[in-house]
Each structure stands twice: as structure tokens, then as C-alpha cells.
């Protein structure tokens, strides 16, 4: 029995380690992409 419960914890931890991944991925390529808009707008401006 305890070693089901210690399963389900590692299961749970690694889908919570891949939603984690999946969500600073998708901000970070949010960001570049705000940084590119950024710099396009600075060259707009000079």
C-alpha cells in the first residue's frame, strides 16, 4: 500500500514538473516576443 501512495506522489510531482515546463516555455517565448515588438518599436521611434 504505501508504495501505491509513493507512486501516485512521483506521478503527481513529474505532471506537476511538466505542466511547470510547459507554462515557463510558453512565458518565456511570450516575452521574446514582447522584447521584439519592444525593439521594433524603439527602431520605429528613432
Excluded at 509513493?6 to 514582447?34: G, P
Amino acid at each position: 500500500m504505501h508504495g501505491f501512495t509513493a507512486a501516485k506522489t512521483e506521478a503527481r510531482s513529474h505532471l506537476f514538473w511538466q505542466v511547470w515546463d510547459a507554462v515557463t516555455f510558453s512565458l518565456r517565448k511570450m516575452n521574446a516576443s514582447i522584447d521584439k515588438q519592444d525593439a521594433k518599436n524603439d527602431n520605429h521611434l528613432n
